[in-house]
T-cell receptor, first 115, second 111 residues
Framework: SAVISQKPSRDICQRGTSLTIQCQVD?????MFWYRQQPGQSLTLIAT?????????ESGFVIDKFPISRPNLTFSTLTVSNMSPEDSSIYLC????????????FGPGTRLTVT | GNSVTQMEGPVTLSEEAFLTINCTYT??????LFWYVQYPGEGLQLLLK?????DKGSNKGFEATYRKETTSFHLEKGSVQVSDSAVYFC??????????FGQGTILTVHP
């Protein structure tokens, strides 16, 4: 496995502002992903974070709202832009490790509340 | 597209009872299948997996068998403990490593 850290662990933000979430992994990574878990619901994939290029977004998610960076193999950021209360969720990064292909490991999540 | 359907919850059991949580999938081809667990206040953890038909994944007394004929991957445990209380998610691996999750099943085990 690997140690996956996310910052911040939680935040309370005002509507109209933006928050950037960081994800850092201590092992060699092949793939990185960002998911959203809305209150009481399952996980939904937001996008695949591609190293050195634009992220690949899933249907219903756009770059203007959720810009993602991945400057190197083990670090990525997700920004939630122009927030509204509907963005209140847990945001999780996940990784596929070079040492364990076909398995995904999740970070602890960032709990975001938008007021 | 791909989808994963889990049995409706929540599930409440007494300690040492038998557990089954149903999971079926719809996919193009034969995806890898996973069970993840989320203990109270903790992150999502991989519990077990199976990568092809008839594979059995097992961990911590939990088992699930990849059934191609019924497109199912039901989670079972012969004797649950209070410490097994958690939310369980079934997931299917789609192209390029993406995961599609079921809706999650809350399990509560009473002493």
């Amino acid at each position: 496995s690997a140690v996956i850290s996310q910052k911040p662990s939680r935040d309370i933000c005002q509507r109209g502002t933006s928050l950037t979430i960081q994800c850092q992994v201590d092992s060699q990574v092949t793939m990185m992903f960002w998911y959203r878990q809305q209150p009481g619901q399952s996980l939904t994939l937001i996008a695949t974070a591609n190293q050195g290029s634009e992220a690949t977004y899933e249907s219903g998610f756009v770059i203007d709202k959720f810009p993602i960076s991945r400057p190197n193999l083990t670090f990525s950021t997700l920004t939630v832009s122009n927030m509204s209360p509907e963005d209140s969720s847990i945001y999780l990064c996940s990784v596929e490790l070079a040492a364990a292909p076909d398995e995904q490991y999740f970070g602890p999540g960032t709990r975001l509340t938008v007021t | 597209g791909n989808s994963v359907t889990q049995m409706e919850g929540p599930v409440t059991l007494s300690e040492e009872a038998f557990l089954t949580i149903n999971c079926t999938y719809t996919a193009t081809g034969y995806p890898s299948l996973f069970w993840y667990v989320q203990y109270p206040g903790e992150g999502l953890q991989l519990l077990l997996k199976a990568t092809k038909a008839d594979d059995k994944g097992s961990n911590k007394g939990f088992e699930a068998t990849y059934r191609k004929e019924t497109t199912s991957f039901h989670l079972e445990k012969g004797s649950v403990q209070v410490s097994d209380s958690a939310v369980y998610f079934c997931a299917g691996g789609t192209s390029y490593g993406k995961l599609t999750f079921g809706q999650g099943t809350i399990l509560t085990v009473h002493p």
